[in-house]
């Protein structure tokens, strides 16, 4: 474990590094973009859009039956969850399976098929070739997606609250405004900034370390997601334990 930890982390330094190294192939961040943030638009998205609708669907009736009118502050509490935890994260996990998997399918396989050890014959850096471009695009794409995530998972409970609850869309969007503050949306974007490094990274990593053939790139994948999956809710306690300590 300690070596990994340890290969992890010079593997990391290494990418971060590599970012400011010339040339910087911008076309290659370009299509990473498109392939980690477009298209994982969809999956973000819609998840988020369903659970704002479970959240209101679950929590709107017994909030009623306990003290009447209480629904009305359903606006409120939704967004903020929407703002500080569940977009960011749920945005992070579905782009972890979605994403990571892709990543450490692709990079294990030129690592199995030796076109890695080709690169380097070459004369070009792996990680500046392949790690660096899908790290930035990870940093890059998972706020704008998580923004979109947060308006449309608001957007579905607002629905849901009309409609089950007779909650106008004035008292509701009322009530989310008066509650969720900016400090609470730059705190739950500022994670996703760390979550699509982590995934990034960690699939990038597994990746360059599979080994075995067809077999390995599969174990590699699996690690990738998993470890994606367990990162990012441990580091969503401590980041989020930091954001507090500066009031955020």
């Avoid at 290969?7 to 190294?21: G, K, L, Q």
């Avoid at 972890?96 to 690169?119: F, N, P």
């Avoid at 075995?212 to 994606?228: D, F, H, K, L, M």
């Amino acid at each position: 474990m300690l070596e990994n930890i340890g290969s992890f982390t010079i593997f990391s330094a290494a990418t971060i590094r590599w970012v400011f190294a010339r040339p910087f192939d911008y076309r290659a961040l370009i299509y990473q973009m498109n392939e980690i943030g477009v298209k994982s638009i969809p999956v973000g998205a819609v998840s988020t859009f369903f659970v704002g609708m479970v959240m209101a669907l679950q929590m709107g009736g017994p909030m009623e039956e306990q003290i009447q009118g209480i629904s009305t502050y359903m606006g409120g509490g939704i967004s903020l969850a929407m703002v500080r935890e569940l977009a960011p994260v749920l945005t992070a996990v579905l782009l972890a399976g979605r994403v990571g998997s892709s990543i450490a399918a692709e990079v294990g396989t030129m690592k199995v098929t030796e076109q890695i050890d080709a690169l380097s014959t070459l004369a070009t850096n792996p990680i500046h070739y392949l790690s660096v471009p899908r790290f930035l695009a990870g940093v890059m794409s998972l706020p704008l997606i998580s923004v979109l995530s947060i308006v449309l998972g608001v957007m579905g409970g607002a629905i849901i609250s009309y409609i089950s609850l007779d909650i106008p869309f004035e008292v509701y969007f009322d009530n989310a405004r008066g509650l969720v503050q900016v400090r609470d949306l730059i705190s739950g974007i500022s994670k996703t900034v760390f979550f699509g490094a982590e995934i990034s990274l960690i699939s990038c990593f597994t990746g360059f370390r599979a080994k075995g053939g067809a077999e390995g790139v599969g174990q590699a994948t699996i690690a990738a997601v998993v470890n994606s999956f367990m990162v990012i809710i441990i580091s969503d306690y401590f980041l989020t334990y930091i954001f507090q300590l500066f009031g955020m």
